[in-house]
């Protein structure tokens, strides 16, 4: 009985460490979202073939691969908010663009090695647009609502690089200030990413004192009272602070 001994410092892959993200901005300018709760995610690269075989095979089929697709699926639990009814902001995307027809039944995907522990593969991630199709799947008496969504890609994928950081908590980022001109006491909306279990949020150094995380990618606050003009705006959370955004804010 033999045993293969592995390279130092090697580990054996989960089946669990793959993650699958929604673009919910524009192509040019994506804001990525992570499919939360999802399960059992199984792409898959099927291949466009053509026929090459001569009278050497002597019957025998021999078929060179042209190109290769993008197909995946995946089960996701469909947690709701209870102030809106709304699915989480990427399920409501890919239950609505498995209710349209069209360029509505696209969404703008991309896929990454997900490593429960050390680094990402940086050559296992791609982005690809994809038809959309969702099934109800839960439909018992009991039991989590669980949506089956398959993803069927329109054109071969394009390699990018791995976008995953890791488990660790990272600073956040903040993309975008609305609206613009916002006056003393009226709500903004802050957009970027890192935003879930944020601990605090400053205008021009002044704390704000009532916030309310939306999502991963939104929260919403109050504005303090101060000078119209440009100010920093920074969002703090367990990752740290996330780099001051110049807000144009009113009198």
Not at 172 to 182: K, M, N, W
Not at 235 to 247: L, N, Q, W
């Amino acid at each position: 009985m033999s045993s293969v001994i592995l390279p130092v410092g090697s580990t054996l892959g989960k089946s669990f460490e793959l993650g699958i993200d929604v673009n919910l901005g524009t192509y040019g300018q994506p804001d990525w979202r992570p499919i939360r709760r999802a399960s059992a995610i199984a792409p898959t690269f099927p291949a466009v073939t053509s026929d090459v075989a001569t009278y050497d095979d002597r019957g025998a089929p021999n078929e060179d691969v042209d190109s290769r697709g993008f197909a995946a699926s995946l089960t996701v639990q469909g947690n709701r908010s209870l102030t809106t009814g709304l699915l989480l902001p990427e399920l409501e995307a890919i239950v609505a663009a498995g209710r349209s027809s069209r360029d509505g039944a696209v969404l703008d995907i991309r896929f990454y090695h997900k490593p429960d522990v050390g680094t990402p593969n940086p050559n296992d991630a791609g982005r690809v647009l994809v038809r959309v199709d969702v099934t109800r799947q839960n439909t018992g008496n009991t039991g989590a609502e669980v949506y089956a969504v398959t993803f069927t890609g329109k054109g071969a994928f394009t390699p990018i690089p791995n976008p995953f950081q890791g488990w660790a908590a990272s600073a956040p980022t903040i993309s975008s200030v609305t609206p613009e001109g916002a006056k003393d006491g009226e709500l903004i909306t802050i957009n970027g990413a890192g935003l879930i279990g944020a601990t605090g949020v400053t205008v021009d150094g002044d704390p704000v004192a009532e916030f309310a995380t939306i999502s991963a990618s939104s929260l919403i606050a109050v504005l303090p009272a101060g000078d119209a003009g440009a100010v920093p705006v920074i969002v703090t959370t367990s990752g740290g602070d996330s780099a001051p955004y110049t807000f144009n804010r009113g009198a």
